[in-house]
């Protein structure tokens, strides 16, 4: 094939827009990725914060009173109560 | 190719790495011997622009990969084609083609010392059609791109000795069924 044919193929400008069509896709592609990694492990945060809170939730808080007397007026055998002050 | 010519490619390269329009400069020396290449084994215009131009455009993404292993540049280039080529051919589920150039045919035939007419060439470009297309792959690249062995085998990813037995098995042949003495390895 003669020379002159073949330079009607040759076109270097092309092949660099390709190129750089290549490299823009590639970055795309890579903030794509970076974006589904952080957005996997802000939802696997969110997940674990939502199940902490729902597990301190779920169970019974045990807390003291100090130096407080408790009494218990609704006992039937309580000296305090109206109803066996009469009896009596 | 020259010492100070592989290190010259390699000093363009290394500028490519950082500034790819600097990759331009190899292109424009390397496109009409890998177009020509190419087509030798397509047959096809249009499909060896675009296999070039994908050649090219590996050849830029890759350049980070490119390590110096004692072929010229042009050997990479030309195992990029070769890769490109045998691509093509498999998604296409086609058998490879080799165009040879009654040209260079006759440029094979003038460098022995065997009287030669019309006859010989017909009878030859019709024999080296049946030959095989890995003896035709190593004849091809020996004597019509003038490569040696060693950048042979690292086109065809096969050995030093393998690329030479290939070589010489096709040239024996030629050497039975027509009585050519082709130089085996430019010194015989």
């Not at chain 1, 957005?39 to 914060?49: G, R, S």
């Not at chain 2, 592989?6 to 990759?23: D, G, H, M, S």
């Amino acid at each position: 094939m003669s020379s002159g044919r073949i330079a009607q193929h040759r076109n270097y400008a092309d092949v660099m827009a390709r190129h750089e069509r290549d490299i823009r896709l590639k970055r795309v592609f890579r903030a794509f990725v970076y974006f589904l990694i952080i957005a996997f492990l802000l939802i696997l945060f969110f997940f674990f914060k939502r199940w902490e809170a729902r597990e301190s939730a779920g169970k019974p808080v045990a807390y003291t009173r100090i130096g407080e007397t408790i009494k218990n007026t609704d006992s039937p055998n309580s000296l305090d109560h109206p109803h066996e002050q009469h009896r009596g | 190719m020259s010492e100070a010519e592989i290190q010259q490619e390699y000093t363009i390269l290394e500028r490519a790495r950082k500034n790819p329009k600097v990759f331009g400069e190899l292109y424009e020396k390397y496109f009409d011997r890998i177009f020509n290449y190419v087509f030798r084994q397509t047959d096809d215009e249009d499909l060896t622009s675009d296999l070039c131009s994908q050649t090219f455009l590996s050849a830029l993404k890759n350049l980070d990969r490119y390590e110096f292993r004692g072929v010229p540049f042009s050997a990479w280039l030309y195992k990029i084609a070769s890769n490109e080529i045998n691509k093509h051919y498999r998604k296409q589920k086609r058998d490879k083609v080799f165009s040879i150039e009654e040209l260079r045919v006759r440029e094979l035939i003038e460098q022995t010392d065997t009287d030669w007419d019309e006859e010989i060439i017909q009878r030859l470009l019709n024999y080296l059609k049946e030959l095989p297309t890995d003896m035709l792959e190593v004849l091809e690249l020996r004597f019509f791109e003038d490569k040696d062995f060693r950048e042979i085998a690292f086109i065809l990813d096969i050995t030093e000795s393998g690329a030479k037995m290939r070589t010489y098995r096709a040239l024996d042949r030629l050497r039975k069924n027509f009585n050519l003495r082709i130089k085996y390895d430019g010194k015989e």
